[in-house]
């Protein structure tokens, strides 16, 4: 008799919930693995682990009953992924792919080593003062943690010595080792999702992404961007995994100059918000691929069923309880999608929630989609 297969995803945030309703969607089970109790993947499952990679016994019982294991963040180190690598249970990405990532120096150096475009960096010690680097990457450049940076957590922009003692001390204290970044004056920021398997890449379209206060806000889907932009980056992307050996879904989020130079950001090896517009936008989301990529299944189509969509994300615009509080306004227009995450508390800025809407014209369902979220409260 045939078992139900299960996914195992390391964290319970709003990545994994979505990434579990497709896994539903395809007849598998979930296992969750997240530190507190009904986070908002765990609300979905009754396989929910409450408690971290750090705990061996816990973590052990989790990789049992999973046939396979994904993580919805980068920030898992990979002696742990190593772990459940050593029980047979295949994790998407691999310890060894994380390995090349999540240290942000470490990332640089491997895709410059393979030849792509990224910024100039260096690793920042002790014996570095501002002028020292000044003379490599000019006046004005970025200080970042090497690891646990996210959503501009862990970025720090320096244009004078203050600014450069100032970033140092933050930055160090979130985590030890820092880098220094070439400042990229961009026209826009791009992305590109990119699902692999061993027999299969697919690569959604590219796309334009807007930041509020460092987080990804809003999603422009296509990106409008010359033909030949689109072939550079879609390119690009796909190098990219590979000089990583990635496995599962990836999003790379890239810098667009003015001179039409295209310029690798960072890779996330996971589902990623500038693809939340693909679950509605195209025949198979991000999610549905990543899923498919684990299973090692066929991949499914990655073309946009409408001629343009636009995410924006929902954050926080209140301290308390994490329910839209005006439903009748967030659904007057009725082509919107609306998702909520089941987050039990909102504060100002923190993701709750995202909209969707497709149509023929960009420009105008971008607007629509402004008025409809300047209207949720959460």
Request: glycine share 8%; with cysteine.
């Amino acid at each position: 008799m045939n078992k139900r297969k299960c996914i195992g995803i390391l964290g319970g945030g709003q990545l994994a919930r979505m990434t579990a309703y497709q896994a539903y969607k395809l007849g598998f089970d979930v296992a969750i693995l997240e530190k507190e109790k009904k986070s908002p993947a765990g609300q979905l499952t009754k396989n929910e682990f409450v408690g971290w990679v750090d705990d061996k016994k816990l973590l052990k019982k989790f990789t049992e009953i999973c046939d396979v294991v994904t993580l919805e963040n980068e920030f898992i180190d990979a002696a742990d992924l190593n772990f459940i690598e050593d029980f047979g249970k295949p994790v998407f990405p691999s310890s060894a792919t994380i390995s090349l990532i999540q240290d942000k120096y470490i990332q640089k150096q491997t895709l410059n080593n393979h030849s792509l475009p990224v910024p100039k960096f260096t690793a920042v010690t002790g014996q570095h003062c501002y002028n020292d680097l000044k003379n490599v990457f000019g006046k004005k450049f970025l200080l970042k943690s090497r690891k646990m940076g996210y959503d501009g957590y862990g970025n720090y922009l320096v244009k004078n010595e203050n600014d450069f003692i100032e970033g140092t001390k933050k930055l160090s204290s979130r985590h030890s080792e820092i880098m220094a970044e070439e400042f990229i004056k961009f026209e826009k920021e791009l992305a590109v999702m990119l699902v692999r398997t061993a027999k299969e890449i697919v690569v959604y379209p590219v796309v334009e992404t807007i930041q509020k206060n460092h987080i990804c806000h809003t999603v422009l889907a296509p990106a409008s961007i010359q033909k030949k932009i689109e072939r550079m980056a879609k390119k690009i992307a796909v190098q990219a995994v590979k000089a990583v050996n990635g496995f599962g879904i990836f999003g790379i989020e890239m810098f667009l100059t003015k001179d039409g130079k295209v310029y690798i950001n960072e890779i996330a090896p996971r589902p990623h918000n500038s693809g939340h517009y693909t679950i509605e936008a195209c025949v198979a989301s991000q999610f549905e691929n990543h899923v498919r990529a684990a299973f090692n299944l066929p991949l499914g189509n990655a073309t946009l069923n409408k001629p343009a969509a636009v995410m924006i994300n929902l954050l926080g615009k209140k301290e308390g309880e994490g329910v839209v509080e005006n439903y009748s306004d967030a659904l007057k227009n009725s082509n919107v999608h609306l998702h909520i995450y089941g987050k039990a508390k909102s504060r100002m800025g923190r993701k709750m929630g995202h909209i969707t809407l497709l149509g023929k014209n960009l420009d105008k369902i971008y607007a629509d989609a402004k008025k409809i979220e300047k209207k949720i409260i959460i």
